[in-house]
Structure formats: structure tokens, C-alpha cells
């Protein structure tokens, strides 16, 4: 081994602090190396030169540039080398700069100790390190989206129109999420089904998307570029590629039912398609509540489907799908009602959430966008909001704010004053949080020009008295109590993570933080990446986002799967795991420590395996060996230990 | 002369030592007592290393690692606390004293918070006075 030092200045950065020729002398004399020289820039043309040719001209084995942080250069320079026909992973940089020089102004002696012996450390982890070239992956360039809200929605598209297949896994029967359910947008309002439909025929219509609706995820496995998906499509009892949504088996049924997609304010039948613009727009069984499932009769839809499409021998579908990225995009929930009695919600008919006043608004909904309350149809008065109702509230709810009820409550009160002119609507509000473009001027119209009442307070209790709703609050700007004897309650209940999304995250091997939402890698450089390369989250499912972010994020998703598949394999880190097979006695204890699932026993040769693409090369399993048979590529014991006695 | 304690510090690539090159880059001035070790996550610290630094002739051993449910590699920084945890109990029975091993989660944002460590390390390290095995392993 002949290694080469190369010692910067940085101009007076290190040079101003550090006394490098006495540097210089004291290495002249250490062990093996091949040649020892500084310059005034090592990162400049001509720095990056004298490495290259020394690196030639002393046929050096290995390089130590003792510089800035690796942070900082430590790439600039494994290229440098690799330039010069060295292997990149026989460079290694000592940092003298940033944790040397930088911290240690006042003390120049001491600080040249140190840099001295940052050096030889870094000399001596060279002298053990093994040439290595980066691993190859081969890359399967079809994605699956999980979740066919708008996020999922955008994401698919994204991809598809790049040219790559993807498929789209949607729970319900029909993609677009609460999205569909939503009548006006904030802060446009424009509504919501006519942004929102054309994406998801698009959906529905494009080549390179398969969408699986009313299916869910089984099982998943694989890695990054190889994952192998198993799709579950539940029974609808309707063959769809038979059925040509005519729509008679809905309207002959006899068998009435509440409607989840109207959030039971409205009935359907046993057989429905959820709402007319649904895509697929195909009718699903509810074989909770048919008649053949429940009384083994009836049969009607069966007679009189003109194509046949019924069959209630119709059993799930098992699909197997082989996909190089996975986005998902599970959306969310509202805070459950059972949890919010001291409003009334749960209790009072007329106290609802803001989803069922989305359903009361809409032009296709139950009251075809008349509002009228759910427990004798009048048209309210008087109607409370109370924003904050879970969210915000460590001890009832959630820490976390909800971020889009400032927002969606103020388009509800102006709606609300928009169809009843003469109504009043109040809002009790801890604070506005309108950040967002063209948010905060949305509230100011409220308030300012619409006649909604703000009152900044909380509500203390919520009950029925005489038809009326009464609502004790107290208005904290004016320090008084407050009594709104009103005709209807509307809650801004917390976004919580969809149910099963914990499940699901479990299945796919990511993590979530304490209330399910979905963990990304960075909370700021990498917010739709999850901690599993290849798997990248979008919309609500990571935590609750207006409109406008989950297209966002659904974008950045798409294009972090595109940069995934723009090439037919993935490089990967060669500084992983490997296990001496001589030595390894098959404890499974680093199966045990892995966090990436990269180890596996192999029971026929009792010893342990690494998974080189999985592992992360974060050097547990090293720790955790007893018989020394895992060794970190270029980081293993020997050098570690070599490294403390050249600091010592 | 005044004891000059030697400190061993093993940082984890992502948060610790990223939080170190921030204290630099800050100007904000520590002791130079401390020698740094890049490590890739603090649950690749061997205790063998803290021994091995120990007995060598480190008055302390510093662990650097990402805050509790912030570690790169998932868990790392957990596997190391509970590894110190039963090295803390040898160390005390050797005589070396588990006080001279510090364990501290330290982000990469967090670089006025490594100077402040490394200054209550060296200080703490003053007032125990070298490092016992020193003396025993080195006559």
C-alpha cells in the first residue's frame, strides 16, 4: 500500500490556524506512505490535478485529502481519483477544516496536534479499505399507486403520461376520494366535481393505467426497482366487463340502504354505483344488505340485467403485479364522532361534520344543494362552526392542527350566506391560519364583506333544546360568554390518518409517527420519500394537506418514481454488509438487529445472508455478531480499531 | 501542566457529525481535546471500540447519535443506548467509571449544542482527574 496525503490550506482557512509544514514533517516519517504535499487549494483545477498526478507518477494506493468535511468534497475527490485510474473507495478525506481549524482558532498548537491525528486516522482506515464498485439493481419500470384520491390520482397520471404503466389501487368501487364528495373548492370555488372529473376519466380511459378499484393491497415483497405486488379485487358480484352501467339493476332493487358515499344522509340500494359521475362508473353488490345474501332471495337485479353481468358467485380476484416503485396515497379520515359528545356530535341530528355539510352543499347531493338540516329539512337560521374539534387539542384529540378547517370553514360560512341570505352563520375559531395563496383574502371576505361572525373563543357545550341547537361559548375579545341558540352545528372535526393505513404501512415495511400518519425521510430535503428506498408517499397520508399541496407532493412523488425509472438498473452503495461464510455460525442475532429485513438464515448451510440491495450499510449487524463474522465493507472492525489507536 | 483530558468521539454520519461540521462552520469555538471518529450510525459503536479507547488511554469516549425516533437507519441510535447501558455497568466494575462515557443525541442542526457538549465533557472530565487505566495499563 503507498498512500498519498494531500494537506489543503483552504487558503488561511486551515493554513491561517493549522502549521502545516510542521504537519508535513511529522508524517514525513509515517508508516507506508508514498508521498505527502500540500497546496493552497485542493478543490481547484490544479489542486485536483497534482492528486491525479501524483497518484500516477508514485503509483499511490490510496488517498487521504485532508481538507474540508466529506460533507463537502469527499465526492469531488473519489471523482478526482477515479479519474486517475483509482478505485474511488481508496480515497478518504480528513476533516481539518469544520472540526479543526474552524473550531479551534484561538489554540493554533493544539489544533495542529489534532489535525495531525485526524489525518493518521484517516491514513489508517485507507490502508484497510477494499476497491469496491457500486452495486447494480436491475429496475421493473411499472409503479403502483396505492389510494385513487386526488394525490393517487395526480401521481398515476404523472407517471402514465410519461410512458410507464402503472397501477392504480383504490379501496371504494370509484377513484377520486373525499375529493368527489366536496361541492365547493376553497379559494376559488369552483366546484369541486367539475375540476375533479375530468382527471378521473382521464384516469379511467388512459392506456397506461389499470385501475383496480374496490381491491386492496394482500401482501407485498421486494425491493427497491422489484417489488412483488398482490392485488386483492373483492366481489363486486357484477362482472364489469360484461355490464354496460345501464343502471337498471339499481333501479329495480328493492332493497334500500343508507349511502356511505352521502355519509348516510341520503339512501341507496343494495345494488349502486355511489354517485352518477362515478369512475368505473359499475355497480357493486352490498352483500351486507342484499336479499340474496341476507335471505337467500329476491334475485330481481339478476332478471332483469339485459347483458347478464350479474354473478353472485363472483369471488375475489387475486392479481400479481411485479413493480418498481410504489406510491402511496391512502388519504385520510375525519375524527371519529362517538369521540366528540360534549358537542352534541353523534347525539343531536343536526349537529354534523364538514364532509356532511360538503354532501348538504352539493349540487348532486341529498337536498340537490339546498341546505336544509338533516332532522326536519328546514333551511337553518342560525348555523354555529366550531373549527378545532380534535385537532389542536392535546387532551381530547390530537397535538397536530388539521390545516385546511380555517379554510374550509370560512368557504362553508360564505356559502351557507350565499343560498340564505338572511341566515347568520358564527365561527368560533382559536386562530386563522389562512397561509396559502389567496387564503387569507378568501377569510378577510367572510368577515369583512359577507357578514359571517368570528368569535375567537372555544365552545364549552352543545346540546338540543326545543328544536334549537344551544351553543355555549365565550367570545375571549370581548370577554363575554356567548349563547347562540341556533338551528344547526357545523364541526371541523380533525384529519386523522385513513383506517387501515397503519396495516397497510406495516404490509409495505414504512414507518408512521404516533397518530399514523405516514413517516417521510426528511420532514424538509425529502418530504414524499419514505425511509424504504423505492416507496413514496403523497397527500393526506402523510399528514393533513389542502388540495393544492396533495397534487403538489403527487407530483414530486411522480417524478422521484421517473428518476427511478430512467434507467434499466440502480446503483447502490457497495459499503454494505458482508458475512465471512468460514466463521458465521447462523445465530440469526443480526437477522435480529436488521432494520431493512436484509438478513436472512439460510437453514440448509446454517449461516446468515445479506440482501446486499437492502442493506443500508449502517454496520449493526457488525455490532451484533458474536463471532466476528460480519464485517461493514470499509469500515470493519480492524480499521475502527486502527483508527483509535492513531488518535490516541 | 494542567490535565488535558483525551476524548475518543464516535459520530454518526448523519446527525452528530453533520451537527460538528455546523459548530465549525459557525465559528463557534470548543476545546480541541476531542478526536473525532466518522462513524455511519452510533449503533455501529462496538462497545469493544470504547473499551479498546478506554484502556488505551482515552480519559472519555463521546457517542454521537441522531435524537430518539430521528435515526437514519430507523433504529440505530436505540441499539446503541441499550449497548452503552450494559457497558456502563462493566466500566464501573473495572474501576474505569461509566461517567467517562458520554452518550449524547445531538442533530445535525444542532452544532452550538455539540460545543456546549464537548465543553461539559471536558470539564467533567478535569474534575475526575486521567483516566485510572492509564496508569495501571501503562506501568
Known sequence: ?648 | MDFEPRIVAFLCNWCTYTGADLAGVSRIQYPSNIRPIRVMCSGSVDPMYILKALLDGADGVLVGGCHQGDCHYVNGNYKARRRLAVLREVLDELGIGSERVWFKFISASEGALFAETVREMVDSLKALGPNPAKAVWFT
Open chain 1, 1 to 648: 500500500m503507498k498512500i498519498g496525503v494531500f494537506i489543503c490550506h483552504c487558503g488561511l482557512n486551515i493554513g491561517g490556524v493549522v502549521d502545516i509544514p510542521k504537519v508535513l514533517e511529522a508524517l514525513s516519517g509515517y508508516d507506508s506512505l508514498g508521498h505527502v504535499t500540500d497546496y493552497r487549494y485542493m478543490c481547484s483545477d490544479p489542486g485536483q490535478q497534482l492528486i491525479k498526478d501524483a497518484i500516477r507518477d508514485k503509483g499511490l494506493t490510496g488517498v487521504v485529502v485532508a481538507a474540508c468535511s466529506p460533507a463537502m468534497h469527499e465526492s469531488t475527490f473519489r471523482r478526482t481519483t477515479e479519474a486517475a485510474s483509482l478505485n474511488p473507495f481508496r480515497c478518504e478525506m480528513a476533516n481539518i477544516r469544520e472540526q479543526c481549524s474552524w473550531p479551534h482558532r484561538g489554540e493554533p498548537e493544539k489544533a495542529t496536534q489534532k489535525a495531525l491525528e485526524i489525518i493518521k486516522a484517516s491514513v489508517e482506515k485507507v490502508r484497510k479499505n477494499q476497491e469496491l464498485s457500486p452495486l447494480s439493481i436491475p429496475v421493473t419500470r411499472q409503479a403502483l399507486v396505492i389510494g385513487g384520491g386526488i394525490a393517487g390520482m395526480q401521481a398515476a397520471l404523472d407517471i402514465a403520461d410519461a410512458g410507464y404503466n402503472v397501477a392504480l389501487v383504490e379501496r371504494l368501487p370509484y377513484i377520486g376520494g373525499h375529493m368527489a364528495q366536496l361541492s365547493e373548492t376553497f379559494p376559488t370555488l369552483d366546484c369541486s366535481q367539475c375540476i375533479l372529473t375530468p382527471k378521473s376519466s382521464e384516469v379511467g380511459s388512459h392506456p397506461n393505467i389499470d385501475l383496480f378499484t374496490n381491491s386492496e393491497i394482500h401482501a407485498i415483497s421486494g425491493y427497491v426497482g422489484n417489488f412483488d405486488v398482490v392485488i386483492r379485487r373483492k366481489a363486486a358480484y357484477v362482472n364489469w366487463d360484461v355490464c354496460n352501467g345501464c343502471g337498471l339493476c339499481m333501479e329495480k332493487c328493492p332493497v334500500k340502504t343508507d349511502s356511505d358515499f352521502e355519509l348516510r344522509l341520503a339512501k341507496t340500494k343494495a345494488v349502486s354505483i355511489a354517485f352518477p359521475q362515478a369512475v368505473p362508473n359499475r355497480p357493486v353488490i352490498n352483500s351486507e344488505v342484499c336479499r340474496h345474501f341476507t335471505q337467500g332471495k329476491c334475485g330481481v337485479c339478476e332478471k332483469v340485467c339485459p347483458v347478464g353481468a350479474i354473478n353472485f358467485r363472483q369471488e375475489d380476484a387475486i392479481i400479481d403485479r411485479k413493480v418498481g416503485a410504489v406510491v402511496v396515497a391512502t388519504g385520510y379520515d375525519l375524527h371519529p364522532k362517538t369521540r366528540v359528545g360534549e358537542y352534541g356530535y353523534g347525539v343531536a341530528k343536526d349537529v354534523i361534520d364538514g364532509l356532511e355539510f360538503e354532501r348538504l352543499n352539493s349540487a348532486s347531493g341529498p337536498t340537490q344543494g339546498e341546505i336544509r338540516r338533516p332532522s326536519d329539512g328546514k333551511i337553518p337560521k342560525e348555523v354555529v362552526f366550531i373549527q378545532c374539534v380534535g385537532s389542536r387539542d392535546q387532551e381530547n384529540g390530537y397535538p397536530y392542527c388539521s390545516k385546511i378547517c380555517c379554510m374550509y370553514t370560512a368557504k362553508h360560512a360564505r356559502l351557507y350566506k350565499h343560498k340564505v341570505p338572511d341566515g347568520q352563520p358564527y365561527v368560533f375559531y382559536m386562530d386563522i391560519r389562512a397561509g396559502g395563496k389567496g387564503y387569507e383574502e378568501f377569510v378577510q371576505r367572510a368577515t369583512e364583506e359577507e357578514g359571517v361572525l368570528y368569535l375567537r373563543g372555544r365552545v364549552s357545550r352543545v346540546f338540543e333544546e326545543d328544536g334549537k341547537i344551544v351553543v355555549f361559548g365565550v367570545d375571549t375579545l370581548s370577554n363575554k360568554k356567548v349563547e347562540i341558540h341556533a338551528d344547526m352545528v357545523v364541526l371541523a372535526t380533525a384529519i386523522v390518518p385513513a383506517h387501515g393505513q397503519t396495516e397497510l404501512a406495516r404490509l409495505l415495511k414504512i414507518s408512521t409517527d404516533e397518530w399514523g400518519f405516514l413517516s417521510e425521510a426528511h420532514p424538509k430535503l425529502r418530504p414524499v420519500e419514505s425511509l424504504t428506498r423505492g416507496i413514496y408517499i403523497a397527500g393526506c397520508a402523510q399528514a393533513p394537506k389542502d388540495i393544492p399541496d396533495s397534487v403538489t407532493q403527487a407530483g414530486s412523488a411522480a417524478a422521484k418514481v421517473l428518476a427511478l425509472f430512467s434507467s434499466d438498473t440502480l446503483s447502490h452503495t457497495p459499503e454494505v454488509a458482508v458475512v465471512d461464510e468460514e466463521i458465521c455460525r447462523g445465530c440469526g442475532l443480526c437477522v435480529e438487529v436488521c432494520a431493512y429485513d436484509a438478513r436472512t438464515l439460510d437453514m440448509r448451510r446454517n449461516l446468515a445472508v445479506v440482501n446486499e440491495v437492502l442493506c443500508e450499510g449502517c454496520g449493526a449487524c457488525q455490532v451484533a455478531c458474536p463471532s466476528g463474522a460480519t464485517c461493514q465493507r470499509n469500515m470493519d472492525t480492524a480499521q475502527v480499531m486502527s483508527m483509535i489507536d492513531a488518535v490516541i
